[in-house]
């Protein structure tokens, strides 16, 4: 289920959000909106 997945996506950037380059955080949300 997308939306499970997303979900922990989501947690996990929120973890490691502060690791994460701009682009990495924008290239995981586009795939993250086109898989939805």
């Not at 682009?23 to 909106?33: D, H, I, P």
């Amino acid at each position: 289920d997308m939306s499970v997945v997303a979900y922990h996506m989501a947690l996990f950037v929120g973890r490691a959000g502060h690791v994460l380059t701009p682009e990495l955080r924008s290239e995981l949300r586009t795939s993250m909106e086109s898989a939805l």
